[in-house]
């Protein structure tokens, strides 16, 4: 189901965490709502959940206003802190189908299904409070896709777990959204995550949307400053304005645009080696084949980033 | 020593004989301090609830007063609703003073800060997000409260062992105000204290052990339920 936001504004200690004048999210889509901490991303959630309400505007899931509607939620949220009731994984997935309105017979065969996509069917019956992070993240997207709502909301749903548990779950997730989740948005301060997750991306910064559309397009066009920076670009002037230069986009010789590096160190990386240096005030990097001989410390070397995109 | 076990064997004799009295009082103990206790629970429970969920000015200065009111002396209390009920008094012409009412409101007194302070502290322990959880999930405002009661049951439970533990062993309240009338205001505690004064002190010694008897098994069965494991 569509998710559409018109003029929303959420005011919370006297001051507007979330402003947003048009904003939608397209039915059977993924997006990352994607921003440094503090941008207003989980607030995004909420509203869209129905756990907030805006002061003025309003929130559309398909036709429905959740946040003034009575009537069952469409949204599915996974919150971030992983809350869960007393008892075991089994009795926390039960109640949420039960609080949703999910006929008793139905309710053991969807808990088994998506406990055993996300991995956890052999923890079910453990405390629910006990797991481990990255049991309890598995147990808590078990809980919300296990609803199969029009509307999955995730947020940082890779946050605070082991590295190995990280990577396996980064892997597994595009398939348990498109098995179970329809419309999901994801919130993540994560560069990779938002780009391995999600097909559609927003940029959120002070509760402002900076960017948004299909993650290549708001790449390939950052359009200012801070999304490009936040998107990874290095951003340097140029005599024709503000470039921003994409990861490992600089390269040794003369081209357009060019720039003056001047070498700071050299680091050998074994398989290649890594040149620190700066560009007027910029720490920049720059890969060299492995058996270069390395600049001397202070040398002025002309580079070019062929893959960079003018800035405004 | 052989007060302590003629005490004792007075207490068997007293309940072994099934002395009327003895059981009127008793009843009459269980009544007015469990309807105290009831009422301590209807009031106390939304109120910490609310202390411990809202954010709203002045919220830390009324946990501290409901803290003071944990300690607070019942014999003051008694004082107070006795200036209150008394022929003269505010609320006097209630016709409260000396009636089983009178005690059941300044027991009540008594335990509501603590089963305030006691609910307070076990929703605090609660993960802070629960309430949004089960509200995302649908849960409404009734069901949510429900849920929330059973994930708190330690501390809930918690509090109905203070609130009846502190009021039905208290005395300095319940003579004040319900003037220890036999046959209707007596309860346990005063009838210790009268039985003390006229020097029957086996007599006294075996109201002291049925009291206590009275608290064991109340708390046994609050404290059953309080331990039954979640399924």
């Known amino acids: 189901m569509d998710v559409t936001l018109e003029r929303v504004l959420v005011f919370r200690g006297g001051r507007s965490v979330l402003d947003v004048s048009a904003l939608s999210f397209l039915s059977g889509t993924t997006t990352a709502v994607f921003g440094p901490n503090g941008a207003g991303k989980t607030t995004l959630l909420r509203v869209v959940a129905g756990l907030e309400q805006p002061v003025r505007g309003r929130v559309l899931i398909g036709n429905a206003e959740p946040a003034r509607d009575r009537g069952p939620p469409r949204a599915a949220i996974a919150f971030q802190e992983r809350v869960f009731v007393g008892g075991s994984v089994r009795r926390n997935m039960e109640l949420a189908l039960e609080l949703r309105g999910v006929p008793r017979a139905d309710r053991a065969g969807r808990i088994a299904e998506a406990a055993a996509e996300c991995g956890i069917g052999m923890l079910l019956d453990r405390p629910a409070r006990q797991l481990s992070s990255g049991e309890a993240q598995r147990a808590n997207l078990a809980r919300a896709l296990a609803l199969r709502a029009p509307v999955t909301l995730l947020d940082e749903p890779l946050s605070g777990i082991d590295r190995i548990a990280r990577t396996q779950l980064l892997d597994e997730l595009p398939r348990l959204l498109a098995t179970f989740a329809t419309t999901t948005l994801l919130v993540t301060h994560d560069r990779e995550e938002a780009f391995r997750l999600a097909d559609h991306l927003v940029v959120l910064v002070d509760g402002m949307v900076l960017a948004a559309g299909p993650k290549s397009l708001v790449y390939r066009s950052p359009g200012n400053r801070a999304v490009a920076e936040l998107l990874g670009y290095t951003v340097l002037t140029h005599r024709d304005g503000l470039v921003a230069v994409p990861p490992s986009g600089l390269h040794l010789g003369h081209g357009s645009p060019g720039f003056v590096l001047t070498a700071e160190r050299v680091v050998d990386m074994g398989n290649h080696m890594h040149l620190i240096g700066r560009i007027g005030p910029v720490r920049v990097n720059l890969r060299l084949a492995p058996c270069t001989t390395p600049p001397p410390p202070g040398a002025m070397l002309d580079v070019h980033a062929p893959g960079s995109v003018p800035l405004p | ?231």
């Open chain 2, 1 to 231: 020593m052989s007060d302590l076990a003629q005490g004792f064997a007075e207490a068997l004799r007293l309940l072994g004989r099934g002395d009327a009295e003895l059981w009127s009082i008793v009843l009459r103990t269980l009544a007015i301090s469990g309807a105290a206790t009831l009422l301590a629970m209807v009031a106390g429970v939304p109120l910490g609830y609310a202390l411990a969920r809202g954010r709203f000015h002045g919220r830390t200065f009324l946990l501290a007063l409901v803290n003071t009111g944990m300690g607070m002396p019942p014999v003051v209390v008694g004082l107070v609703v006795w200036l209150l009920l008394t022929r003269s008094g505010p609320f006097g012409g209630l016709d409260l003073i000396y009636t089983r009412r009178a005690m059941v409101l300044a027991q009540f007194l008594i335990a509501t800060p603590l089963v305030i302070g006691f609910t307070a502290a076990s929703v605090q322990a609660l993960p802070p997000q629960l309430p949004d959880l089960l509200i995302s999930l649908g849960a409404n405002r009734l069901r949510t409260l429900w849920i929330l009661s059973r994930e708190a049951k330690l501390g809930l439970l918690a509090a109905v062992m203070a609130g009846f533990g502190a009021i039905v062993s208290e005395v300095g309240a319940s003579m004040t105000v319900g003037g220890n009338l036999r046959g209707s205001t007596r309860v346990l505690t005063t009838a210790i204290v009268t039985e003390t004064s006229r020097g029957n002190l086996p007599v006294a010694l075996a109201l002291g052990l049925v009291l206590l008897l009275l608290a064991f098994l109340v708390n046994l069965v609050l404290t059953a339920l309080q331990q039954r494991r979640a399924r």
